[in-house]
DNA sequence: TCGTAACAATGAAACGATTCAAAGAATTGC
DNA sequence: GCAATTCTTTGAATCGTTTCATTGTTACGA
């Protein structure tokens, strides 16, 4: 198991100096073509590939950007991911991907790394409320820009959607639909986004008198965390069901879906209209078609590395941030078909 | 903008030698309490993070396994790259995530990024037919364990689902249930898990002398795809028809479903049984609950750093393929109720 | 009090790339 | 043919950590 060709290597069998060898990589064309061929030659010989290491130690910084998400299952970041390497790919930079899990203690260690990493900067869509750990990454100079919440201009860049509108759309269309005993699904709401939708839902119902919406925590945002409040709506039976559900993501409303549909005795929009949010592939493919709000998340990506370009390149400590705003996309699942 | 605290200037501030501070990190024992505290106020005063790429440069490798799936947001491969994050973890290595998206140009770029990189190891599903670069890799000493695809054993290690059984399986339940005219949808076939499984798929229907199989090569493996394949069908109308259908993943199932259900003149499971293969999250969820073929994605990932990690520690360079067995899944989609 | 052992702390060398001032070679103009 | 200029090449210094042989310190038994 030999260990790997060094530059030096590379300078003693092409018999030049090193840093000849490091400008035939680096300044092609300051090189005489007789020598450029000559090391090229020895480096294929070699199998030498650079030690991004030496470069990186040299350089004071790295070439790439650490991204951390909540949950690198939920299709909603996956896109977004996406976007992001795509978008940091164009620069030369490559994505060092983290997944929190909604932990902060995950979400710490991969600070952490990333730090250690000396990475250029930081997309992070943060745990909770974690403004000591973001501020101490200001104080050491990481420029971050969080993702999917707003920040303090003062402090951050930050790319997101605006939840509070979401919410609002999403209410305001089971209402616009005739309904007026409603329920918001969700939680922890310790999570900002879910706290900003059902903030926007109440909005919309306070619009209407005689509407009144029930909030029903959820624990987690998945299809599991769905059905089990969807259990425990089938339990109530016929009268106490609420006649629209708003779901804060399209995984808790598919697992509300499956429970309310398994029992046939619940029809779908007929009894209970449902919406969820993030508009995912599979919402389309759902028992009863989903309606959901659908975010840009291909736009979300990409402007969060554009942002963070600019910290990096700009010197001064301006932030921007910039909100996007969803839309809402209307399917079976919330027809205003009441007389079946 | 100062540039981060090093070890040394730890060492000055706290007035002992860089091998101390150095120790302090790496063998707290080695040292005296006063010591110790004295060096670790200092580290808090001055922010300092330790530089990854200096260590790694000293070590020789980095503590980083590098990991190229064919796409994040397939499902099947979201799960064996939590269980291979979770695995790695308990080693105290990190993942870097690779998505080649099936494109032979971007996992060249990620294999020589993490080659660059000195990760200990890689764990790649490769996209086609790569021997050429796998080759490359094992010269240089680089352990590599092939994901989702059987290898030669002297070659390398690898961990795979055994997709001949798992498209067995899906015949055999299609035929089992009372189907002959039965349909493959997958592409393209260059992809070693689509040609296994079809490969499969025949083996079981060539036991039903009047039974007989249909391939409807795909663009790719989405929902989208398996929807443009649908349409197609749907435009032979009810005769042309097969009875059922096998698809190579469950997203190109949900695509069919989507365009079969549609239009309402096709029923599934009484006209058309369907059947898709990895059992994502989504399939109990669909418009009607589709049965699939369920592979162990956890065991995938976990075993997969198993096996890096032996060959990470023996220096000799034997090899093992571990292979698993996949589990059918029955739901509705292929129920047997032919008469409705 | 001295010798020995155990324990602490030191600091130079090494890892592999990049940089850059300086030296060397080739070319040009006169 | 020579000086001036441009083009190539050189190699030592540097980045921040770890390692390890060496030195310094303390404690203990004789």
């Known amino acids: 198991m030999n260990r790997s060709a060094s530059i030096k290597d590379v300078a003693n069998h092409a018999s030049v100096a090193v840093g000849t060898v490091s400008n035939v990589l680096n300044y092609p064309d300051r090189v005489s073509q007789r020598t450029k061929d000559r090391v090229l030659k020895a480096i294929d010989e070699l199998g030498f590939v650079r030690n991004d290491a030496a470069r990186q130690l040299r350089a004071g910084h790295s070439r790439t950007i650490g991204l951390i998400v909540l949950d690198v299952g939920n299709p909603f970041f996956t896109s977004v991911v996406r976007a992001a390497e795509d978008a940091a790919a164009l620069n030369g930079s490559a994505v060092l991907l983290g997944d929190s899990g909604h932990d902060a203690a995950r979400e710490a260690n991969y600070i952490d790394l990333f730090q250690e990493q000396r990475v250029q900067g930081l997309l992070i869509s943060p745990v909770g409320d974690v403004t000591e750990r973001l501020d101490l990454l200001r104080e050491r100079g990481v420029p971050t820009v969080l993702v999917d919440r707003l920040a303090d201009e003062a402090k951050f860049s930050s790319v997101a959607v605006d939840d509070d509108a979401g919410g609002y759309l999403a209410a305001r269309h089971l209402l616009d639909t005739g309904r007026r005993r409603l329920a918001f699904v969700g939680g922890p709401t310790s999570i900002r986004q879910v706290a900003d939708r059902l903030q926007g839902a109440q909005r919309a119902v306070k619009e209407e008198p005689d509407a009144t919406l029930e909030v029903l925590e959820s624990q987690g945002q998945t299809v ?9 709506l089938v339990e109530r039976g016929g009268g106490g069901l609420p006649d629209g ?96």
């Open 245 to 340: 559900i708003f779901c804060a993501n399209d995984l808790l409303a598919l697992g509300v879906m499956q429970s309310l549909t398994m029992t046939h005795t619940v029809r779908i929009p007929e009894d209970v209209a449902l919406i969820g949010y993030d508009d995912i592939d599979f919402a389309v493919s759902a028992v009863v078609p989903l309606s959901s709000i659908r975010q840009p998340t291909e736009a979300l990506g990409r402007t969060a590395i554009d942002l963070l370009s600019e910290e990096v390149e700009s010197q001064s400590p301006t932030h921007r941030s910039v909100v996007f705003t969803p839309e809402l996309v209307v399917r079976q699942s919330t027809g205003t078909s009441s007389a079946g």
């Open 224 to 232: 599991l965390a769905g059905r089990s409040v969807g259990d425990s």
